[in-house]
């Protein structure tokens, strides 16, 4: 946000936008990057280049930037830290946007430890038996259909499972696993019996 306060352009009446997505952040800024300059040279070290040096310089004073043209490297190192991918860098129009993703979902056994019962429960149950019903769901977890229903989107909006299948013969899977469950019948089209 620093960054963004201290680079963007003042003399538009747009603002800058701050997006919550459930997949991403993005931060919007009003204006272009500094003429001669590109994306690409964003992630070396580069020359700074604010369009309002009072406050830069005030976030300076009062410690909220290290030293002038840092300001990138330290976003990409933070992203680091925390173990993130780092954002990604876009110029659409008269606009720059930061793109910052979570960590991709992973669904090892091992990485069990920061998701919830219900989930851990339905992703074991899923191990074993190559995928998951919403209804079998709904039975180990003793959730109601419409709480089973939004835990299993969330679960797919994780990149945690997929669902296969459509209208009402539709089941949940691992994520890697592209191939239908051993035992279960399936016709040319697809479909399940």
Request: proline residues 6%; hydrophobic residues 35%.
């Amino acid at each position: 946000m620093v960054n963004a306060i201290c680079h963007r352009d003042y003399a538009s009446s747009a603002n800058v936008q701050v997006r919550i997505f459930d997949d991403r952040l993005e931060v919007w800024n009003p204006g272009d990057l500094p003429e001669g300059m590109t994306v690409d040279d964003l992630r070396p070290p580069h020359e700074s280049k604010p369009r309002n040096k009072l406050i830069a310089n005030a976030f300076f004073l009062i410690k909220y930037i290290e030293q002038f043209g840092t300001g990138i490297q330290r976003i990409l190192d933070d992203c680091r830290s925390q173990q993130l991918p780092e954002p990604d860098f876009q110029v659409q129009g008269h606009s720059f946007r930061a793109v910052f993703t979570p960590r991709e979902a992973r669904i090892g056994v091992e990485e069990d430890a920061g998701r919830t019962d219900r989930q851990k429960k339905a992703l074991s149950y899923i191990r074993q038996h190559g995928m998951i019903t919403r209804s079998r769901y709904e039975a180990i977890s003793g959730l109601p259909v419409h709480t089973a229903k939004r835990e299993l989107a969330r679960m797919v909006k994780a990149g945690l499972i997929v669902r296969r299948g459509g209208g009402r013969n539709y089941w949940y899977e691992l994520r890697d696993s592209g191939d239908v469950p051993q035992g279960v019948p399936q016709d040319p089209m697809g479909n399940r019996s």
